[in-house]
């Protein structure tokens, strides 16, 4: 079993910064990939980052990249989303996932946490 616990959502205006933490707890053979999901009302679940336990980062679109930073802590029991440049396109409930394999399919991730809203409005 893997435990995930979200934290650092809020509301910020167009510009503003926002870091996301994500604390693992539970088997590590189950969290070899580590993922940020998010969700905007009335849209499908998308990715937005994952690390691999090897260090391998993969954004999953072009309109994060430069914007997102995805990292882990040194015992890789944290994991990070630090978003800057936000926009109002990027609000949406974000979510960390663990899986032993990463790919972009929400269905493939078996751990969840309980998400955080990131609301970006002026």
């Known amino acids: 079993q893997v435990q995930l616990v979200e934290s650092g959502g809020g509301s910020v205006q167009p510009g503003g910064s926002l870091r996301l933490s994500c604390a693992a707890s539970g088997n590590p053979d189950s969290r070899y990939c580590m993922a940020w999901f998010r969700q905007a009302p009335g849209k499908e679940r998308e990715g937005v980052a994952r690390?691999?336990?090897?260090?391998?980062?993969?954004y999953a679109t072009n309109s994060v990249k430069g914007r997102f930073t995805i990292s882990q802590g040194n015992a890789k029991n944290t994991m990070y989303l630090q978003m800057n440049g936000l926009k109002p396109e990027d609000t949406a409930m974000y979510y960390c996932?663990?899986?032993?394999?990463?790919?972009?399919?929400?269905?493939?991730?078996?751990?969840w946490g309980q998400g955080t809203q990131v609301t970006v409005s002026s």
């Open positions: 996932a663990a899986s032993s394999v990463c790919t972009w399919r929400p269905t493939s991730y078996p751990y």
């Open positions: 690390i691999y336990i090897n260090g391998d980062i993969t």
